[in-house]
């Protein structure tokens, strides 16, 4: 409540005078703090249950229970460090500068509302008040052309997701007999509800990027500025994996969502691959992380079709292990996505580029940037012992389960889910090592590379703080779990893993397997230091620096070191069959090489669907005869549909 | 497959007998050692080969080390890609003005300790080319050289004495 | 000039004044304002541009280009204006003469068209030097900016090789512009191994001149040698004695075999087939020993002699041969159809490395690359001299081009020409072994031997007391260079290895 | 324990590698180096001043230590000797590839640094060869762990072990699919070229090229125990025999002669295929790994399908 209103406050008090922006970013970034705290107070032994808050003569309650814990924990993370980053990132950017405290104060305020809705009505004001708090914020440089349509693009998927969600929310209050939530709970298992389930999960799949409708995400969130992509990437993206969670094992009580499961398993595989292989050939920093958020999204849903699957055969224990995968891999990639965003707006201050082909080598101008964006990408790679392998190892040790079900078909799906994994895991340690080498790596590829300078110390102590708990939740999983148990008590009534220890982490029993992250790391230090220790004696610390060999000619020029594309170029070749690649040399003296990657949904997809629409729309024109006759003959017709409608 | 086997399987091992490594060898083939790597490199010996304006003439005897006859690996000598991994430059050629430069590139890059060993007549002093506007006559115009090994070109043989003895293995011998 | 072909007629009728140098061999005096035309006059007639290079006679300075078809061959000689030492430029009818030209610029100042950026010349002296008219001053390490053609374009990047190689090659840079893999183009940048052979060269005795011939090239010192030889020949008239000449095909034939069988191996071995890249060095390694122990030299080098040639062979000798020739066949054949029916090999070779049969004949290759893309010239078909006027020559041809094409053509070639050899140790005839040399005068011949790699053509001008004046010897390497450009393009990075050894141009051939 | 088991890991890596290139020599009718001669150029390595490149960073520098930590740790996590190892309780077969993938990032992050062209090209075709193999490497150990229920190394060769070797198709599929990607990993024929020295078409070695001294000697000492990795780890759940289940020295030194049996074994396999394969074309590899991975999905889907026992 008290994070809402900062946050409100924070959006007022931007929309005031310039002198106030200070302390709109304070009243911001208390916000955060509180919704920390409120988090991990309710989350460390605070009330067992919930908190319920009943806003006056209004009759909607706003519940704190621990799933809205734990949601609020990446957002009290992400909005209290990008409070801390904003001041110095929008001074550096004067053009772009356009005041965005206002919609930013109250974007996270409806996240928050979300959140905390137990009724119908909040839920759908916070909602909306997101979908257009964040377009506000898309088009924040609405001067550019390409901003105004990803705009655009966004506002048309956020609203079709809305409407469809209302009609989803409809149908459940229908038949709960009211938007509370508290009567949906209660409300036996229905056709409708299951129908109701559907929809909202594909409003739910629209908001986080989920294939087939992904298309918007790759162009609205490089749109805005850096601290409002960690912002959108990772928080917004998390409040439609809420919803999907609320409703799917809250809310709604279906027993059969055998169908449901496995289309989130399909898509969340899907959206896994595909958006692994978009990040892959991106050339934009921020499109690589955009892309690459589909990735995880896909990753989340797939384990929470994976949760829905075990709870639907009844498997209680390995439902609520995959739910915990699901819920720590969005804390992880929380963490993890918002310091790569703020990274790459530190790299965008630095070298007025988002383009990866304009970088390189900053790591020696910009070693403590470079070391945090490093560990990032290193996490976001799922590399043990960063956090985002924690919860990936987990993903797969619910999937190892999948001997414990009698049917034999779904008992199939899951390894294929499993390989769909392993794929993808490959592919995004190659994506993300293709993005920090582009960009810090190697030579500078432009001017404005080579005279990068270093961050202001209030930016790097954000990324150091998210960095920080990336690390602190990497070697401390079992913390995490600790907490997310809760919820998986509260939603399944089985802990996410049977023993969790600040220490150690196992799953199940410790013969199947078990993870200490902090003793694999000790290992390694060790043999590394140990290695170190005994070749650098003083005589041989000595070290001669020399040129870089380019076969006996001259220093190697920046021309001569790999770019992006062509680093991307053999697996592109590989997956070519999931982009549309155009190559072509073209003049002058056909020395110009023209290459356009593409997604190639937008091919398969959206251009026959934009070409029905299209000619549909000009049969409908011929329809435009003008004659009132013919008019007149339509309003009888669609009167008669209706009375037909009604009646049945 | 089979047939490939079969082949293999048919010939016999033919590589030579190792060299017999005396000063007397040496002297015979007109090898001159000035210096000779450490004891580390006694059994392991990486080789960078530059060709600093020869008629490819050395570079095919070179290459004849790397046959089942001559088998240089069997004395733990391999030829590498980088200079960084090589402990001997390899050098053949009157060392034309042109590749002078590239030459002395090659021996930066190198780690310590180092050593290069100039094959053919033409690395030793010249040869037949001698010291024009285009030659500059001999590696050690450019780089030290430890090790010289003559002939137009060296046979293999020589070749292979030059490398041991570069070595240091007839000082154990 | 009865029997002449129609287009050697009209492609004199341009020339001020013209004679026969010797067989088949006809030497054209142009003016310098017809040198333009004659370009798209010959490339009409379908002329093979086959070198060109310049001179100084009697302190004026003058330009040889030679064209050739059927075994033919005309010599077209203009002298430059003197204000402007230069003549128009060729390379837009014969794309393979634009090295040429800038080499004769580098060493000789003479200019071609307007733009004459170095080839030859690194930094080793100034731009407007001419180390073969005047002494120049050597440059310490001059700073050397070549301009190397870029592409431009999203994702595209340069990878620079050499001139240091990783392997035991030659030095010579290439430059290629890669996006990702595939290769967009390769520049290449030669003249490393530039030791001044032509320089060398003036002021020799005829018999001094064979040893640096040999070391033109080593792989193909026989082929140089004898070209040299040949020339000097040509020029004052002799003939070398009947069984020299035979030992003279006989040590060619060597040689083929010899580098044929290293190219086999070294084409497999650069993809990775050890196998065959060990049995085919093994099997070198025993027919070098077999030279070294009968002519006293492995490579074969100063083994031919103004006259005729400088080993001779007995009995014992030629026992010997025989059961090497032999052994040779017979383990030949037993790798050899390994190779062209194991499909993981051919893979890797077919269709790499595509040289067409339009692109090969507007580049004027010659030898293998030319016969592996369907172009049936071969020296000691075209032009049988002795002794392959006895022995006829067929030239084993493929058609695609490819890097398999090639390796086709060489191991055809291994088993002819080991046929040929035991044929020629038949027909050796009895006598001395070289022909006693004349004292000396001005004289000018030519000599066109088809080396392992393919046609060379040497020319040698000798002046007053017949020391050598001049001697250039056109290795085939001056057209196989620009070919591996063209070959590559369209291939990826990983293959241009294998491209590359399957050309095997050699670079001491044409940097001189 | 643990020290003892690194130690000797260590030790014996760089044997396999010279065993290899030993039978390597002999198939190419020569007599090749011995054995030991990969711990002497080590030596030599480890004797040589590292020169470092005006253009690389820090990274340059520490990316050999941890790629040395992190393949000796996994390598030594592994069921060598005994069944019971001492890191099995905190690790299993999934977090190995994981600190196989930081190495290989490792390699890659040197070789990109110091930003030269060789560096970019060998990492570019590595990203491409890894990102295909590392998957199928996972769900090959995926379905083995299955077959267990667990993916503790030492419950899971133990459980081998109990219940024999049957002939399962999972296995055989399974056994064929990483039989392919350790060829890869390794950089092995048909893949890669060790014995190349054309920077050109090479992959690992073209990321090697900037290192030396300690730091190359341990990038190639790193190679050798990955070898050495994928040796015992193909020996453990293919061949799980003469494994000790406790440390008796009787036991043990059964255990090693089985354990050099079956390495030795393996290396004849190696070094056959590379005598008789020459290297396959770059993007020819992508299709064998593509096969080693349906291969692995077939072996899953056979395990889920026709051997379930839950």
């Not at chain 3, 280009?65 to 837009?92: E, N, Q």
């Not at chain 3, 007995?314 to 037993?334: E, F, P, V």
């Not at chain 4, 040589?48 to 996590?77: C, G």
């Amino acid at each position: 409540m008290l994070a809402m209103g900062l946050a409100m406050a924070a959006g007022l008090s931007a929309a005031g005078p310039r002198s106030w922006e200070r302390l709109a970013l304070q009243l911001l970034g208390a916000s955060g703090l509180c919704s920390l705290a409120a988090g991990l107070w309710l989350l460390l032994g605070g009330p067992s249950d919930a908190v319920v808050m009943t806003l006056g003569v209004i009759p909607w309650h706003l519940i704190l229970d621990p799933l809205s814990a734990v949601f609020l924990l990446p957002l009290g993370a992400v909005v209290s460090t990008i409070a801390l980053y904003a001041r110095p990132y929008l001074l550096h950017i004067e053009t772009g500068f356009r005041r965005p405290g206002v919609a930013t104060g109250f974007f996270v305020a409806s996240m928050i509302l979300v959140l905390l809705a137990a009724h119908a009505f909040p839920f759908m004001l916070g909602w909306e008040g997101m979908a257009l708090a964040s377009y506000l914020l898309v088009i924040q440089h609405h001067e550019e052309s390409a901003s105004r349509q990803a705009g655009l693009i966004y506002l048309l998927v956020a609203h079709m997701g809305a409407l469809v969600l209302l009609l989803a929310f409809g149908l459940l209050a229908h038949g709960a007999g009211g938007p509370d939530f508290a009567q949906w709970r209660a409300a036996p298992a229905s056709a409708s509800a299951m129908a109701a389930l559907a929809l909202a999960c594909l409003a739910f799949a629209a908001k986080a990027g989920l294939v087939p409708l992904h298309v918007w995400l790759p162009l609205a969130h490089p749109a805005a500025p850096s601290h409002i992509s960690a912002l959108m990437s990772a928080v917004m993206l998390k409040i439609a994996i809420y919803g999907m969670v609320r409703l799917c094992f809250d809310l709604v009580s279906v027993q059969s969502a055998l169908g449901l499961a496995v289309t989130m398993i399909t898509t969340g595989a899907l959206s896994m691959v595909l958006g692994v292989v978009l990040a892959l050939v991106q050339q934009d920093i921020k499109r690589v992380l955009a892309c690459s958020s589909i990735e995880n999204l896909g990753l989340v849903t797939m384990a929470l079709g994976l949760a829905l699957l075990y709870r639907t055969t009844g498997h209680a224990m390995l439902a609520a292990m995959a739910l915990g995968a699901a819920l720590l891999h969005v804390l992880n990639h929380a963490l993890l996505k918002a310091l790569l965003f703020l990274g790459a707006g530190t790299i965008q201050q630095a070298c007025d580029t988002y383009d990866l082909g304009r970088m390189g080598g900053l790591l020696r101008r910009m070693p403590a940037s470079g070391g945090l964006f490093l560990l990032g990408c290193l996490g976001l790679a799922a590399i043990p012992p960063l956090n985002g392998f924690a919860s990936e190892w987990l993903l797969f040790q619910a999937a190892l389960q999948s001997w414990q079900m009698e049917q034999g078909i779904l008992r199939s799906l899951i390894p294929l889910a499993a390989a769909c994994l392993a794929l993808t895991t490959a592919l995004g340690t190659a994506c993300l090592l293709r993005l920090f080498a582009s960009a810090f790596l190697g030579q500078a590829r432009s001017r404005p590379a080579r005279r990068a300078r270093e961050a202001p110390r209030a930016m790097l102590l954000a990324q150091g703080m998210l960095a920080a708990l990336c690390v602190l939740s990497g070697l401390f999983p079992g913390l995490l779990l600790m907490m997310l148990n809760q919820v998986t008590v509260a939603l399944l009534h089985h802990p996410a893993v049977q023993t969790a220890s600040a220490l150690i982490i196992t799953p199940v029993t410790a013969t199947q397997a078990s993870y200490a992250p902090l003793a694999v790391l000790a290992v390694i230090m060790i043999i590394a230091l140990c290695t170190a220790a005994l070749l650098h004696t003083r005589k041989r610390a000595a070290l001669r620096r020399v040129q870089p060999w380019a076969c006996g000619l001259g220093p190697p020029t920046a021309r001569m070191q790999i770019t992006p594309a062509a680093l991307a170029m053999p697996l592109r070749q590989v997956f070519a069959g999931l982009l549309s690649i155009h190559e072509r040399l073209g003049s002058p003296q056909g020395r110009r090489y023209h290459l356009e990657i593409a997604d190639r949904t937008w091919d398969l997809l959206y251009a026959p669907v934009a070409r029905f629409v299209m000619s549909l729309s000009r049969h409908a024109a011929r329809l435009q005869s003008g004659r009132v006759r013919l008019y007149l003959g339509f309003s009888l017709g669609t009167l008669l549909v209706l009375l037909w409608v009604m009646s049945w | 497959m089979i047939r490939i086997l079969r082949t293999i399987l048919s010939n016999t091992t033919c590589t030579d007998a190792p060299p017999q490594l005396d000063a007397h060898a040496l002297e015979q083939a007109g090898i001159a050692v000035r210096r000779m790597l450490d004891a580390q490199c006694r059994a392991s010996l990486a080789i960078r080969q530059v060709d600093a304006g020869s008629c490819n003439g050395c570079e095919l005897e070179i290459g004849a080390l790397e046959n089942p006859y001559h088998d240089l690996e069997r004395f733990g000598v391999r030829f590498v890609a980088s200079p960084r991994h090589a402990d001997a430059l390899l050098v053949t050629g009157p060392v034309s003005r042109h590749m002078a430069e590239a030459l002395l590139r090659t021996w930066d890059a190198m780690a310590e300790p180092r050593l290069v060993i100039a094959a053919g007549d033409c690395a030793c002093n010249g040869g037949l080319f001698g010291t024009s506007y285009a030659s500059l006559g001999g590696v050690d115009q450019v780089i030290p050289v430890d090790v010289f090994i003559p002939g137009c070109p060296p046979p293999p043989e020589r070749l292979l004495l030059g490398i041991l003895a570069a070595m240091g293995r007839h000082v154990r011998a | 000039m009865n029997n002449s072909p129609a287009w050697l007629q009209e492609l004199s009728a341009w020339g001020t004044s013209s004679r026969m140098l010797q067989d088949r061999i006809l030497l054209v005096t142009v003016a310098p304002e017809h040198w333009a035309q004659l370009a798209p006059e010959a490339s009409v007639r379908q002329l093979r541009f086959a070198g060109l290079w310049a001179d100084v006679r009697d302190e004026k300075l003058e330009v040889n280009a030679c064209l050739a078809r059927d075994g033919w061959y005309v010599l077209l000689r203009a002298t430059p204006l003197d204000g402007t030492m230069g003549l128009p430029s060729w390379a837009r009818w014969y794309p393979a003469a634009d090295r040429m030209q800038r080499h004769a610029h580098d060493l000789w100042g003479v200019r071609f068209g307007e733009c004459n950026p170095p080839w030859t010349r690194h930094g080793a002296w100034k731009a407007d030097e001419a180390p073969l008219r005047t002494p120049v001053t050597p440059q310490e390490r001059g700073r050397d900016r070549y301009p190397f053609a870029t592409f431009s374009g999203e994702g595209v990047y340069e990878i620079p090789v050499g001139p240091v190689h990783a392997g035991i090659i030659e030095p010579g840079h290439f430059r290629f512009s890669v996006a990702g893999e595939d290769i967009l183009g390769l520049e290449e940048r030669l003249g490393y191994v530039h030791k001044g052979i032509e320089w060398l060269a003036c002021g020799r005795k005829p018999a001094a001149l064979l040893p640096l011939a040999s070391r033109v090239s080593a792989d193909s010192t026989v082929a140089h040698s004898w070209a040299a030889a040949l020339a000097l020949e040509c020029a004052l008239g002799i003939a070398p004695t009947a069984r020299g000449v035979v030992l003279r095909g006989f040590l060619a034939e060597r040689e083929r075999i010899a580098n044929h069988l290293g190219d086999v191996g070294a084409i497999c071995g650069d993809v990775g087939f050890a196998f065959a890249k060990m049995q085919c060095s093994r099997l070198r390694e025993e027919w070098l020993r077999c030279q070294h122990g009968i002519f006293g030299h492995r490579l074969l080098m100063d083994c031919i002699a103004p006259g005729g040639v400088a080993v001779d062979l007995d009995a014992g000798h030629i026992r010997l041969l025989r059961a090497n020739h032999r052994d040779m066949l017979q383990r030949w054949q037993n790798i050899a159809p390994i190779l062209t029916d194991y499909p993981p090999l051919q893979d890797r070779l077919l269709n790499t490395g595509r040289l067409s049969t339009v692109a090969a004949r507007g580049l004027g290759v010659s030898g293998y690359l030319a016969r592996a893309s369907g172009l049936s010239l071969d020296v000691r078909h075209d032009r049988p001299q002795p002794p392959y006027d006895r022995h006829p020559v067929q030239p084993c041809l493929q058609q695609r081009g490819d890097v398999a094409a090639r390796l086709q053509v060489r191991m055809a070639e291994i088993s002819a020409s080991v046929r040929l050899l035991d044929a020629l140790l038949d027909d050796l005839p009895p006598g001395p072994i070289q022909e006693p040399w004349p004292p000396g005068m001005a004289a000018e011949g030519v000599g066109v031997v088809e080396g392992f790699r393919g046609e060379i053509v040497t020319h040698v001008r000798l002046d007053d007391q017949g020391n050598v004046a001049r001697f250039f010897p056109r290795d085939p390497s001056w057209f196989a260079w620009p070919a591996l450009e063209v070959l590559v393009g369209g291939n990826i990075v990983a293959d241009f290895p294998v491209c590359n050894k399957s050309v095997n141009a050699s670079y001491s051939g044409c940097d001189l | 324990m643990l020290p003892l088991q690194i130690l000797l890991f260590a030790l014996a890596a760089p044997l396999l590698n010279g065993w290899v290139d030993m039978l390597r020599a002999r198939l190419q009718n020569r007599r090749g180096p011995s054995p030991l001669q990969p711990w002497r150029n080590l030596r030599r390595l480890f004797a040589k001043e590292p020169v470092v490149p005006h253009t690389a960073s820090w990274l340059f520098r520490m990316a050999p230590y941890v790629m040395f930590a992190a393949t000796l740790l996994a390598s030594s996590a592994l069921p060598m000797l005994t069944v019971q190892t001492p890191l099995a309780s905190v690790t299993d077969v999934l977090v190995l590839t994981g600190f196989l993938t930081l190495a290989r990032v490792a390699l890659m992050i040197g070789s990109l640094d110091p930003g030269t062209a060789f560096g970019g090209l060998g990492a570019s075709r590595e990203l491409m060869l890894s990102a295909l193999a590392e998957p199928t490497l996972l769900l090959g150990l995926f379905s083995l762990a299955m077959t267990a229920h667990s993916s503790n190394l030492a419950v899971l060769v133990g459980h081998l072990l109990d219940t024999g070797m049957m002939l399962r198709p999972s296995f055989l599929f399974t056994l064929l699919a990483l039989l392919m990607v350790a060829g890869v990993e390794n950089g092995r024929l048909p893949a890669d070229n060790t014995t190349t020295h054309l920077e050109l078409t090479m992959v690992h070695e073209a990321m090697v090229l900037e290192w030396s001294g300690r730091h190359l000697a341990l990038v190639e000492w790193s190679g050798h125990m990955k070898l050495l990795f994928y040796g015992i780890l193909l020996a453990d759940l293919f061949a799980p025999w003469g494994l000790a289940d406790h440390a008796s020295p009787a036991m043990l030194a059964l255990a090693l002669l089985c354990l050099m049996g079956k390495l030795a074994a393996l290396g004849v396999v190696l070094a056959l295929t590379e005598a008789l394969l020459p290297k396959m074309r770059l993007f020819r590899a992508p299709g064998m790994l593509n096969l080693a991975f349906l291969l692995a999905v077939l072996g899953l889907f056979s395990h889920v399908i026709l051997e379930h026992n839950p």
